[in-house]
């Protein structure tokens, strides 16, 4: 599974996340964005991507199916390094609109 994190920090809740990540030292960034959008009341700045493989075992498909379904814009997939990446509101409106 990727991650893909998106954010827009002021210098404040940069220098903040900073000195949480110094403090707690193993700690996983995403705890420590998670908090900061917690704290600041912001939604959706992490967004769960699935590769074509995850896709395939998630739906029960197989891959090159994916592959066509991509192709015939029956599923929505971004190139990403090289990588074909669907959104998880992509895969929900896949899975919920094609019953194959």
């Known amino acids: 599974m990727a ?3 998106e954010l827009e920090l002021t210098d404040e809740m940069l ?3 900073t000195k949480d990540l110094l403090k707690k030292g ?11 959008a917690i704290d600041d009341k912001k939604k959706d700045i992490v967004s769960i ?3 074509m493989k995850e896709v395939a075992r998630i ?3 197989n891959i090159r199916t994916i592959g066509k379904h991509i192709e ?3 599923l929505t997939a971004s190139r990403v390094g090289g990588q074909l ?3 998880e509101t ?3 409106k896949y899975i919920n609109g094609n019953n194959q």
């Not at 193993?26 to 908090?35: H, M, N, S, W």
Request: proline share 0%; glycine share 4%; aromatic share 4%.
């Open 3 to 5: 991650i893909k994190i």
């Open 72 to 74: 015939k814009d029956l």
């Open 26 to 36: 193993g700690k996983k960034i995403i705890d420590a964005v998670a908090k900061i």
């Open 59 to 61: 739906t029960n498909k």
């Open 85 to 87: 990446l669907i959104t």
């Open 49 to 51: 991507n699935y590769s």
């Open 90 to 92: 992509n895969l929900k």
């Open 15 to 17: 220098e903040i996340l």
